[in-house]
């Protein structure tokens, strides 16, 4: 990646490690996906792009004022 840019796709999932991860959880069989624990479901219905990304960071959702101050850097630093 750092001469090319690209990246390999490892489809067969034969040259790609596995390994534990407190961000996300998943059970393709069962057809459950969660981050920080939360079902991917719950949060694509009752979460913003801005709740979910602070959730990821963090590791929980935001109160109203640490979002708005996650706010407040996010847009201090894209614009």
Known sequence: ?????????????????????????????????????YPIEQLAESSTFLEVSYLLYHGELPTKAQLENFRSKITYHTL
């Not at 999932?13 to 991860?21: K, L, P, Q, R, V």
């Open 1 to 37: 990646r750092g001469k090319t840019g690209a990246i390999t796709m490892d489809w067969g999932y034969g040259n790609t490690g596995s390994a534990e991860s407190a961000i996300t959880y998943l059970n393709g069989e069962e057809g459950i996906l969660r981050y920080r624990g």
